[in-house]
């Protein structure tokens, strides 16, 4: 089923309603988004296969955020495109995200907006997107 060039995305997130949505989204733009509930999954298939993308729910309870970039660098070549959404009135943790290194921080309600019109660019592969 996948091919190892194939444009894939990774959702960390422990809210499956959601999950569902987002990965519900990418089929209906014929893309491929694997929703991983615990972060050692979604490294072990970050490193399989090298991701262009990980979206992750700031909220989910086990992220160390810093922490888990650092072992993506560590790991991946290329590093994937990071896009993290958390709570609007969480004001400090979209702050160190946008700190952290991740390339798209929203509020939660603004990921929802810009999903089915970014999602595309944001699963690209790095060369074919202009950088921001």
Known sequence: MDKP???????????MIFSSRITGTAQALGLEIKPMKSIESLKTLARERNPT???????H???QLVKLIRDLKESS???PRLVA?????????LRAAR????????PRS????Q????????????????AH
């Not at 959404?85 to 943790?93: F, K, L």
């Not at 700190?99 to 929203?106: H, K, P, Y």
Request: with cysteine; glycine share 4%.
């Open 99 to 106: 700190e952290a290194g991740c390339d798209v921080v929203l």
């Open 53 to 59: 993308c990980l979206i992750i729910d700031l909220s």
């Open 110 to 113: 603004q990921f929802v907006e």
């Open 61 to 63: 309870p086990e992220l």
């Open 5 to 15: 060039d194939e444009v894939m995305g990774l959702l960390l997130t422990d809210d």
């Open 115 to 130: 999903l089915s019109s970014q999602l595309s660019q944001w699963l690209a592969p790095p060369d074919s997107s202009p």
């Open 77 to 79: 070549s290329p590093m």
């Open 85 to 93: 959404y958390g709570s609007h009135v969480d004001s400090a943790t």
